[in-house]
């Protein structure tokens, strides 16, 4: 294997793990392959292991070697960094190649092998889950779960499927490559690569958790999460006996067919603002503490690693997760609601628990206005320009442009700027079709520029099957994907890239800036608790984060620094 390895310019590596909790799971084994050839190394088996030093001789062979994986910064890295790994400053992915070429298609790699080398990837997999059923003598369905404890199996029992994975991410990535040069999006691709090996650390460092206070705001909300439930039933009288269930809950509610998905979705949001009938307002209550305590609290404490400074929240963040712009898994952190006066009393207790490790700060930076900006530079909108020059709120400029209540022209710059149609405006402010195509209709007279910019972006989305962002990423369009989000994939996947090309920058030009978690348009880390440092890093990034002089109008940075994300003050 290792004179292969040798004579091979691309090794590929594949880990097979004890779970997908990377700083607490194990690996079980390593795969390496060549175009032609794969072996399993096992090491945590029950039996037939070979030295844990080969693992890590492995690691020296290949540490100045440029190596093939597939999600390989996102998952293996992380683990193999704790083998005594050196984790190189640039690899090959052949899931982020894939992504690149065409982030609409499966991101699973035997969905990748099958699609592009025409191999059919299942087979082993459905051979290691019979072995699975028969050892642990499971009845019913093997689900992934089970590969967890593959370490039971005997390594002859695994070393095909393990074998294939690492096989065909070789093969795979030969091919893409040719693909991605065929395609003018080998820069891209490799600028990708550069921000996910950014984001391996981010992972890395993580947020810090105040668990006390974690907890005692997850007790409240919690209770009123169950007080909620509680007065649901007792108003229902009988009608509702399980609160959480939705086609009950609109039973109770008379709604439609249609209000059943709003209260499936739209009722969980916290930025939903409008005046709700009672009985629908304590179904959103209920909700909205629910989901606070399970998505969030619950989920954060379960994932919170114990180190020598205190609880360190590692976030899933995912670079093939959504299409041009970054997903978060369990918990969910690009949701997170922002923390000020009008944020939902279940939601608070978020950013108060995230607090700065011991002798340093908490910063935050963001791109001041982005979404606004980013619009008014495609569409050149007299108004959305207005908002940027003068510092008027656009919700009150719409509100009187469109001569609507200012929260009915919240809820139309949320919706209407991104493609909503009547019908689905018509549902998140809760009036008829007739009335939300006249407030429609008042929008976008009073929004010219932006309308007509929508309108342009869907007949490129429509005439090239994709949109190409300022930074050379696509966005491709098929019947997956609806053409009236071809705006937003401007905007949001714009400021997406603003964020991910300054995240890249800031990695390599202010490395005392420990970044920990971006949040669409923001990034948020700590700094040295010193005043001087503070001023001149703060300096630093701002100056980073508003260096795109391509933009018309031109981005502002803005800095908040504290001991957490919640009481974090605006520092100039």
């Known amino acids: 294997m290792w004179q292969a390895l040798a004579d091979e310019p691309l090794p590929a590596v594949d880990t097979e793990t004890t779970g ?34 080969w693992l890590h001789e492995a690691g020296e062979r290949l540490k100045d070697r440029l190596i093939v994986g ?51 990837g299942d087979a082993e997999e459905r051979q290691l889950f019979a072995d699975l059923a028969a050892h642990y003598r499971i009845k019913g369905k093997v689900g992934k779960a089970w ?50 090996r950014v984001l391996h650390d981010m992972c890395e460092h ?46 109770w509610c008379g709604t439609t067919t249609v209000d059943k998905k709003k209260l499936a979705s739209v009722l969980k949001d916290p930025d939903v603002d409008q005046a709700l009938p009672a009985k629908i307002e304590l179904i959103r209550e209920q909700k909205l ?27 899933a963040l995912r670079l093939t997760g959504a299409a041009v712009r970054l997903s978060c898994g369990r918990p969910p952190m ?11 009393p279940a939601y608070l207790g978020i950013k108060e628990c995230i607090v700065a490790p011991p002798g340093r700060v908490l910063a935050e930076f963001d791109l001041s206005q982005a979404e606004v900006i980013v619009g008014a530079h495609y569409s050149q909108d007299a108004n959305l320009l207005e908002v940027i020059r003068s510092g008027v709120s656009l919700h009150d400029l719409v509100a009187k442009q469109a001569s609507v209540p200012r929260d009915t022209a919240k809820t139309m710059n949320f919706a209407l700027q991104y493609g909503a149609g009547a019908a689905k405006y018509a549902e998140l402010r809760m009036i008829s079709l007739a009335q939300a195509r006249e407030e429609v209709a008042a929008y976008h007279n009073a929004m010219s520029g932006q309308h007509a910019f929508y309108k342009k972006a869907q007949q490129m989305a429509s005439y090239h099957g994709k949109v190409v962002l300022w930074s050379g990423r696509q966005r491709h369009f098929d019947d997956s994907v609806k053409l009236h989000s071809a705006s937003n994939a401007f905007i949001q996947g714009g400021v997406s890239e603003l964020i991910r090309v ?57 800095a908040k620094i504290g001991p957490s994300w919640a009481t974090a003050k605006h520092y100039e």
């Open 70 to 120: 597939h999600n390989l910064g996102g998952f293996d890295l992380h683990l193999l960094r704790r083998e005594k790994w050196t984790v190189p400053a640039l690899y090959h992915d052949s899931q982020i190649a894939a992504y690149t070429l065409n982030e609409n298609q499966s991101l699973k790699l035997e969905d990748l092998a099958s699609a592009h080398l025409g191999i059919a």
């Open 289 to 315: 503490y629910a989901k606070a305590h399970g998505t969030y609290y619950t989920a954060m404490r379960e994932c919170a690693d114990l180190t020598s400074d205190g609880y360190v929240l590692h976030p």
């Open 334 to 344: 690009q949701g997170v609601p922002r923390y000020g006066e009008n944020t939902h």
């Open 502 to 558: 300054a995240t890249v920058r800031i990695a390599r030009e202010v490395p005392e800036f420990q970044m920990g978690l971006t949040v669409h348009d923001c990034v948020v880390g700590d700094l040295p608790d010193d005043q001087t440092q503070i001023r001149e890093i703060v300096h630093e990034v701002k100056r980073i984060m508003s260096d795109f002089p391509f933009l018309n109008p031109g981005i502002k940075a803005d």
């Open 20 to 53: 997908l909790s990377w700083w607490k799971d194990q690996i079980v084994g390593a795969s390496f392959a060549t175009m032609t050839r794969a072996w399993y190394l096992p090491v945590r088996h029950d039996e037939a292991n070979m030295p844990i030093e």
């Open 206 to 251: 993580g947020v810090t958790i105040d668990m006390e206070k974690l907890n005692a705001a997850d007790k409240i909300v919690a209770r009123k999460a169950d007080e909620a439930a509680e007065e649901i039933v007792r108003q229902a009288g009988g009608a509702v006996k399980n609160p959480q269930s939705n086609p009950q809950l609109a039973k």
């Open 147 to 196: 590969k967890a404890r593959m370490n039971g199996l005997h390594p002859a029992r695994v070393c095909a499927y393990a074998a294939r994975d690492a096989l065909s991410t070789r093969q795979l990535m030969h091919k893409l490559w040719i693909d991605l040069g065929n395609a003018g999006l080998r820069d891209v691709y490799q600028s990708l690569i550069e921000y996910d």
